[in-house]
Structures are given as structure tokens and as C-alpha cells.
């Protein structure tokens, strides 16, 4: 097993770049792609591959170790790992990239492997959905991606107007067309985010499936889901061929003791004005969570109800498992 990875905050980008530089060429290999974007390669002889695509900015800001999430998640479970590192907002929408992708086609690449699995957020979602029809029968999770930029298709998404001169019409171009030939596919989206449903809407098939994620806040379902382990866990079942909707739901019940989720989904029950609810809710939150800020809301709530003669019911007792000697 690799030796694990830390690339310390003080680095400057371009000294990261070097080290990277360094590991990739000992560990498998590292690949310059134009001036914009870079690749890199751990081979560790495994017959599973981990695709990823990612900002430079965004591992620097938030990986634990400042280092792609192959090295991560891939490395000590002896997977293999390919990482697709932009060094700007690109979209990885460049003629290096496709060029990339075309080699390893006809070189075999990911022939070579038994699973792969394909995953990234945001620009980098909409990559992972896009660049995965070069491996027939990969398994991809795009967390709120883009289907496509282009002022033709999704003239309505405001967020990225300055990205539209991209060509997003020719190679690879609009994702969910290029997710045909993946075995199965999940778009993790909130659906109180109107652009992102609107983009997740484009992706449809029998192979794809819509998983919802209320957060409350664009850009932070990928952190949300790394924090709480369901990355890791959603990536060891993709890896060993038992990723489905079920295993994936399963996954996301560890939001109910994630605090931060607790917090985002207290928010919008207090929005909605109704103190039964909002009382059932903090009061459920404080039994994975002893939060101050649940138990002020519950108390709120409970003196809300009070001046109306209601109040809340008993809470439920705890269930005793019976045992035997």
C-alpha cells in the first residue's frame, strides 16, 4: 500500500504541481495537458480504477491531506486512480483533454480494469458524466453537474455566463448523451437548487438515477458527503459492483447525525412557520446532535404551542432489545 500522501497549505500552486510532478512519476505518471490542465496517474496494480475530476483550487481548499481524492479514497483500499486536475474553472473543455481521453481509448486504458468508477462535482460532475463514455460500463457519480453550458441548451443557468464562449457542442460535449454507455449513473442534486434540477433534468435513462440531497446551499453536498463518510462508502460499493439506488440511501442516512445538515434542514423548517414541526424536528435533532441552537429552537417552539393550548406529544421511549443469556 502506497504511503500516504500530504502536500502541506504553505506549497504555492506551482510547487505543488511539482510535487505532484514527483509522486505521479514514481507512483505511475503524470501528464501535462496544455497549460490548463494535468493528469495523474496511481498505479497500484489493482482492477479497480477511480476516475476523478477536480480544481486545483478546490483540493488545496478542501481536501484533509491537499491532495486529490484518489490518493484518499483509492490508495488504501489498493485501487488504482486517475486524476483530472484543473488549474482553472475550464470545465476540462480542451482539445489536451480529448486528446487524452482518445489515447487511452485506443490504447486499451480502461479495458484493463474490471470496475471503474467515475465521480466529480459541479464543473467537475459534469466532466465525470462527459469524459466516461471512453470507458464503456463505468459506474459515475456527478454531484450537481452541468449538463452542458451552452447558450443553445441552458441559455437559462445565469451562474456561468462568462463560461458560454466554451465549446461545449463537439468532443464530449453534452453529458448526458455521453452517459449512454455507463452501466449506472447518479446525479446527486438538491432540488431546491432551481439550476441544478434543472440541469440534473436533462439526465435521463434507465441506467440513471436521481438522488436528492436538501441542503440548502450550492456547493456544499460534495463536502457534505466526504465529511460524513458516504463518498467512501458509495465508492466501495461502486467498486465492488453493488452500487444501487437502495445501497445509496442507505449511505445518506448518516446526514441525520451530521450536523451541519441538521442545521441547513432546521433552517428551512423554521422558514416554513409551523412550531408542531419545527418542535418534532429540533427535538429529534438533539438526540443525534446535543446542539444549544436545537435546544433553543425546541424551547421556542414548545412556548409558541403553549399559547395556543397545543403542545407536543410525548417523546417516544427508547426501544429495549430484548437479550438472552
Same mark, same amino acid.
Do not use: C
Given at each position: 500500500?502506497?504511503?500516504?500522501?500530504?502536500?502541506?497549505?504553505?506549497?504555492?500552486?506551482?510547487?505543488?504541481?511539482?510535487?505532484?510532478?514527483?509522486?505521479?512519476?514514481?507512483?505511475?505518471?503524470?501528464?501535462?495537458?496544455?497549460?490548463?490542465?494535468?493528469?495523474?496517474?496511481?498505479?497500484?496494480?489493482?482492477?479497480?480504477?477511480?476516475?476523478?475530476?477536480?480544481?486545483?483550487?478546490?483540493?488545496?481548499?478542501?481536501?484533509?491531506?491537499?491532495?486529490?481524492?484518489?490518493?484518499?479514497?483509492?490508495?488504501?483500499?489498493?485501487?488504482?486512480?486517475?486524476?483530472?486536475?484543473?488549474?482553472?474553472?475550464?470545465?476540462?473543455?480542451?482539445?489536451?483533454?480529448?486528446?487524452?481521453?482518445?489515447?487511452?481509448?485506443?490504447?486499451?486504458?480502461?479495458?484493463?480494469?474490471?470496475?471503474?468508477?467515475f465521480y466529480g462535482?459541479? !464543473? /467537475?460532475?459534469?466532466?465525470?458524466?462527459?469524459?466516461?463514455? #471512453? =470507458?464503456? *460500463?463505468? @459506474?459515475? %457519480?456527478?454531484?450537481?453537474p452541468q449538463a452542458?453550458?451552452?447558450?443553445?441548451?441552458?441559455?437559462?443557468?445565469?451562474?456561468?455566463?462568462?463560461?458560454?464562449?466554451?465549446?461545449?457542442?463537439?468532443?464530449?460535449?453534452?453529458?448526458?448523451?455521453?452517459?449512454?454507455?455507463?452501466?449506472?449513473?447518479?446525479?446527486?442534486?438538491?432540488?431546491?437548487?432551481?439550476?441544478?434540477?434543472?440541469?440534473?433534468?436533462?439526465?435521463?435513462?434507465?441506467?440513471?438515477?436521481?438522488?436528492?440531497?436538501?441542503?440548502?446551499?450550492?456547493?456544499?453536498?460534495?463536502?457534505?458527503?466526504?465529511? !460524513? /463518510?458516504?463518498?467512501?462508502?458509495?465508492?466501495?460499493?461502486? #467498486? =465492488?459492483? *453493488?452500487? @444501487?439506488? %437502495?445501497?445509496?440511501?442507505?449511505a445518506l442516512r448518516?446526514?441525520?447525525?451530521?450536523?451541519?445538515?441538521?442545521?441547513?434542514?432546521?433552517?428551512?423548517?423554521?422558514?416554513?412557520?409551523?412550531?408542531?414541526?419545527?418542535?418534532?424536528?429540533?427535538?429529534?435533532?438533539?438526540?443525534?446532535?446535543?446542539?444549544?441552537?436545537?435546544?433553543?429552537?425546541?424551547?421556542?417552539?414548545?412556548?409558541?404551542?403553549?399559547?395556543?393550548?397545543?403542545?407536543?406529544?410525548?417523546?417516544?421511549?427508547?426501544?429495549?432489545?430484548?437479550?438472552?443469556?
Amino acid at each position: 500500500m502506497p504511503e500516504k500522501l500530504h502536500l502541506p497549505d504553505t506549497l504555492s500552486d506551482a510547487e505543488w504541481l511539482d510535487r505532484m510532478d514527483e509522486i505521479g512519476t514514481e507512483r505511475g505518471y503524470y501528464s501535462a495537458l496544455g497549460k490548463k490542465h494535468v493528469a495523474v496517474f496511481g498505479d497500484n496494480g489493482s482492477r479497480v480504477l477511480l476516475v476523478t475530476f477536480e480544481s486545483l483550487a478546490h483540493i488545496r481548499a478542501g481536501a484533509p491531506d491537499g491532495a486529490p481524492l484518489g490518493f484518499e479514497f483509492a490508495d488504501p483500499r489498493g485501487w488504482s486512480h486517475l486524476s483530472l486536475i484543473a488549474r482553472r474553472e475550464t470545465w476540462f473543455r480542451s482539445p489536451h483533454v480529448w486528446r487524452f481521453f482518445d489515447r487511452q481509448i485506443d490504447s486499451g486504458f480502461f479495458e484493463e480494469f474490471d470496475r471503474v468508477v467515475f465521480y466529480g462535482a459541479g !464543473m /467537475g460532475g459534469y466532466a465525470a458524466a462527459a469524459y466516461s463514455v #471512453a =470507458a464503456p *460500463g463505468a @459506474a459515475v %457519480i456527478a454531484v450537481a453537474p452541468q449538463a452542458t453550458l451552452s447558450p443553445a441548451r441552458a441559455r437559462w443557468d445565469e451562474r456561468f455566463t462568462d463560461k458560454r464562449g466554451k465549446d461545449f457542442t463537439s468532443r464530449y460535449g453534452y453529458a448526458p448523451d455521453m452517459l449512454d454507455a455507463a452501466d449506472t449513473a447518479y446525479i446527486v442534486h438538491d432540488p431546491a437548487e432551481t439550476e441544478d434540477a434543472m440541469h440534473a433534468a436533462l439526465f435521463g435513462g434507465a441506467h440513471v438515477h436521481q438522488i436528492l440531497y436538501r441542503r440548502g446551499g450550492a456547493g456544499a453536498i460534495d463536502a457534505d458527503l466526504r465529511a !460524513m /463518510g458516504v463518498l467512501e462508502r458509495v465508492f466501495e460499493d461502486a #467498486a =465492488a459492483g *453493488g452500487l @444501487a439506488p %437502495i445501497s445509496f440511501h442507505a449511505a445518506l442516512r448518516r446526514r441525520r447525525a451530521h450536523t451541519p445538515w441538521l442545521r441547513a434542514a432546521m433552517a428551512r423548517v423554521l422558514a416554513a412557520d409551523r412550531p408542531y414541526l419545527t418542535g418534532l424536528f429540533a427535538r429529534a435533532a438533539l438526540r443525534r446532535q446535543p446542539v444549544p441552537r436545537f435546544a433553543k429552537v425546541l424551547e421556542d417552539a414548545e412556548a409558541a404551542l403553549a399559547k395556543s393550548g397545543r403542545r407536543l406529544p410525548s417523546p417516544p421511549k427508547p426501544r429495549v432489545v430484548a437479550g438472552g443469556s
